[in-house]
């Protein structure tokens, strides 16, 4: 009976066909329109990167994608303020997509995951108030940065809530960059937590992704504990990390300090795999498509900052390929549940429409046509949803510079596996206040990112 439905409502005839290749399109290839685009970005012409990005068309079940795409390359072309106005609308969206509309999921489980809404994986929307921070940390908006901090604690707590499965519940370096806020703005109280909460999410990310405790994170909760009078937190943090002295807040507060953030390559792109089986209950050919994730690659390893007489080393503070990686590794069992169960409808709706054909009439082309263009469509509707936030970068490093007040030019070389200079920055007249911090969190990316497509 249920089979006997499915038939009625989709039905072999040119209405259903055309429905078909609406559905095919936009959503095959979505990572593989990104190649102009990459180009521009290798070659650190993120104006013109945006200009071809403009230039494509997405369907409005992309909407989300295309937005946290397009805030990204206006926030690397230096236009923060444009950047945020994108980021919002991103979050409007993914807010009024929170709850997928029935028919959308009828259609992907008939069709294809890509046909839903994209409404951003969790790891995506917790960085867009990151980076949305960042902007306004480079506009010199505080209080602002401040909203996007108290946002992401609120998203991190309702993923924690709502998805208990998600390997994805912390965030470690938008738990710093929230201290950072929280300490600027004397909240030091605010900050101490914080500063708590990053420690332990890099505790857990050195399990989860290789990435271990940054050693400002460890200046800063010795400094803290120091000023907010936890002797005996500090002296654990003193044992724990083996660190006899660090600059006090008093020293700390005649200075200003330089925070910089290097957005390092480009994440993994998502690609699909997929393959043709018979399915043994009605002896019909079957596609199974899933995605993963390709690696893109970037030689940087690290970075060393100066400014007048001072340097210091950019730590790894996020490794966004991994966490998107591992998010995708545990979602693929929940996908091959649902692509399984769709090639298993298709097989039985084309063994259908071939039952139908002969009972109807034997002779009739048409109908046998027909029953054909079914079985094709199963196989062709099938597809992986390859899309993701393809802008946001491999890997973030963090370097935190106390200086004098004063002007400065900044001069930032990128490293190597072996310490070796592999790219060189320099920005003139940055201004350095007392007791307060200036922000520069430019992106890199290698002229060797785009990574070839490799069949699987």
């Not at 009739?364 to 196989?379: C, H």
Request: hydrophobic letters at 40%; glycine letters at 6%; proline letters at 4%.
């Amino acid at each position: 009976m249920r089979l006997r439905r499915a038939i009625r409502v989709f039905p072999p005839s040119g209405w259903f066909l055309a429905t078909v290749l609406l559905a095919l399109s936009g959503c095959a290839s979505y990572s593989d329109s990104f190649s102009v685009i990459e180009n521009d970005m290798a070659a650190q012409n993120f104006g013109a990167a945006l200009q071809a990005f403009e230039k494509q068309r997405y369907p409005k079940r992309d909407q989300v994608v295309y937005l946290l795409n397009k805030a990204m390359l206006e926030r690397m072309s230096g236009d923060f303020a444009a950047s945020n106005r994108t980021f919002e609308a991103a979050k409007a969206s993914m807010d009024e997509l929170y709850g997928v509309s029935i028919r959308e999921q009828a259609l992907s489980f008939a069709f294809n995951d890509a046909t839903r809404s994209y409404t951003g994986e969790t790891y995506e929307q917790v960085l867009v108030h990151l980076y949305t921070a960042l902007n306004y940390l480079q506009l010199g908006d505080l209080i602002d940065a401040r909203v996007e901090a108290l946002q992401v604690d609120e998203r991190l707590r309702e993923i924690a809530q709502k998805i208990p499965e998600s390997r994805y519940t912390e965030d470690a370096l938008a738990r710093y960059l929230t201290g950072m806020i929280y300490e600027e703005m004397g909240e030091r109280s605010d900050a101490m937590i914080s500063y708590r909460q990053a420690y332990e999410a890099y505790r857990r990310y050195r399990e989860k992704y290789g990435v271990t405790v940054p050693n400002y994170l460890k200046q800063d909760l010795l400094r803290l504990s120091q000023q907010l009078g936890l002797s005996q937190e500090m002296r654990q943090y003193q044992k724990e990390f083996q660190i006899e002295h660090w600059m006090s807040a008093e020293e700390l507060a005649q200075k200003g300090e330089l925070v910089y953030i290097l957005n390092d390559g480009l994440a993994p792109i998502k690609r699909e795999q997929a393959a043709n089986v018979v399915d043994p209950a009605s002896g019909h050919i079957v596609r199974i498509a899933l995605p993963y994730f390709e690696t893109r690659f970037t030689p940087v390893s690290g970075a060393r900052v100066a400014a007048g007489d001072v340097s210091a080393p950019a730590e790894l503070a996020e490794d966004i390929g991994a966490i998107a990686v591992k998010d995708l590794e545990a979602r693929i069992p929940v996908i091959t549940a649902r692509a399984v169960a769709r090639a298993v409808l298709k097989a039985q709706m084309a063994k259908a429409a071939r039952e139908s054909a002969r009972q109807q009439n034997q002779n009739n082309a048409g109908t046998a046509v027909a029953a054909l263009a079914v079985e094709i469509a199963g196989l062709v509707t099938e597809r992986a949803d390859t899309r993701s936030w393809m802008t946001l970068p491999s890997r973030v490093y963090l370097a935190r510079v106390p200086l004098p007040p004063g002007t400065y030019t900044v001069k930032v070389d990128l490293l190597g596996d072996y310490g070796q200079i592999v790219a060189k920055q320099e920005y003139a007249n940055i201004t350095i206040h007392q007791g307060a911090k200036t922000y520069l969190s430019p992106h890199w990316i290698a002229p060797n990112v785009t990574t070839p497509r490799s069949p699987r």
